[in-house]
């Protein structure tokens, strides 16, 4: 399970309601929540976040907050 995956389990986030809401195709959603090769797009992060009434920086932090700056 993904970082997104693991935040939207957490909060029993249902995700054909995501798709109904934010027009991404349920399966890449299952895709982003599963596959840790996909890549979560900035535009789909924001409508994720905005499809759950989550503020898009804290979805962000949550997912991306363990990435590391190189040299």
């Known amino acids: 399970m993904t970082k997104l995956g693991l935040f939207l389990s957490q909060r029993a986030i249902n995700r054909a309601a995501v798709s109904r809401k ?35 920086c804290e979805l962000l932090e949550f997912v991306c907050g363990g990435v590391e700056m190189m040299g």
């Open 22 to 56: 934010t027009g991404i195709r349920t399966n890449r959603l299952n895709e982003l929540s599963n596959n840790a090769d996909a890549k979560l797009r900035a535009d789909e992060l924001y409508l994720i976040a905005r499809a759950i009434s989550v503020n898009p």
